[in-house]
């Protein structure tokens, strides 16, 4: 079971993601599994690019992504883990 953890940054929720690894060493992720045993596919890969989440305040690789028809931010942080960043409400 997969758990959602809010570490160091409300801002920033750690995320497991189905990723598929390709010969070249790049990550394609396919889905974003939730802590509520919910799986978003991801329906595109928009763009792929270095960039720092200045709402969770963490660099890394922003995938933008098409999930459920909405463009978000996936990001593949420098410590090797998943995150997103929080919405407000």
């Not at 070249?24 to 799986?39: H, R, V």
């Not at 997103?84 to 409400?89: G, L, M, P, Y």
């Amino acid at each position: 079971m997969m758990s959602t953890l809010v570490e160091e940054n409300p801002k920033k929720i750690y995320v497991d993601v189905d990723v598929e690894f390709q010969t070249d060493g790049s990550l394609i992720p396919k889905a974003i599994l939730w802590d509520d045993d919910k799986t978003y596919e991801i329906q595109r890969i928009m763009e792929v690019r270095r960039a720092a989440s200045l709402v969770a305040g963490a660099t890394g690789v922003r995938y933008t992504v098409l999930v459920d028809g909405y463009e978000s931010y996936l990001y593949y942080g420098d410590n090797n883990r998943w995150f997103v960043e929080a919405k407000d409400s």
